[in-house]
């Protein structure tokens, strides 16, 4: 689409006059004008301006004039996979399970690897094929290329660590041991509890990136366990296959 077009069309989404979108982009209600008729278009500042306040790529607001890749795992991205620095601000080079909240969140390759090929496999692509298809894709992307100056010096997996340790520190009856924590989109695991007072209630938020992980129930049965967790809290609850009927065990502050 346009940038003339799609602009236009986000600002009336967001029940915007052009004098209102003008001034939340710190521009004039002419330049906003021009922009829709497409005489000028937005300047670098002005288009990251208007990222924030839509919620899309910049490279959406030009037309998509780029085919968006990840430059960690190599998966094409669009904006709903795209992830975000700590004020929230869309990051274009990374997607949300790689890169999350202003940090990166893998530092081995080949960990990265076998997360990525159990989601790659199919009839036409096997896993010998899946992985060696990784293993020649990554090193040319740019986070591995520039792992030394982009890497935290393990302070990342020393945070996943410390979580493994309170997690496994709470004793949950019937709840195995947690050996890793994965990233996980905050919308695919952002399921909906019942209060005790009989209400339903979220406690993520779908375009965060969290650190869970699934766990079969040592007691058996067709229920699991779901850890999840972040810098500030530690979640857990059961539920049936595809997240049906969960139950909370628990929500603690950290």
Known sequence: METKVLLKKLREEHGLSQEQLAERVMVTRQAVSRWEMGETQPNTEALKLLSKEFDVSINTLLGSPRQ????????????????REKDGTLNEDYCQWCYADGAYTYSDMDELIETCIPHM????????????????????LDYWKRYEELSDDGQFE???????EEINALHIEGMPKVE?????????????YRLPNGMKVKF?????????NQLESEFGGDRCFGVLASMDFILVATYEAGGADPELILYKKR
């Not at 968006?68 to 992830?83: K, N, T, V, Y």
């Not at 890793?180 to 909906?192: H, I, Q």
């Open 180 to 192: 890793k924590l994965n990233p996980l989109a905050g919308r695919d695991v952002n399921l909906e």
């Open 158 to 164: 020393a945070f996943k660590s410390q979580l493994v």
């Open 204 to 212: 993520l938020k779908d375009q965060t990136t969290y650190l869970g």
């Open 121 to 140: 496999v199919s009839d036409a692509f096997t896993e010998e094929q899946a992985r060696a298809y990784m293993k020649q894709v990554l090193p040319g």
């Open 68 to 83: 968006l890749r990840c430059q960690c795992c190599g998966m094409p991205l669009e904006d709903a996979i795209l992830s």
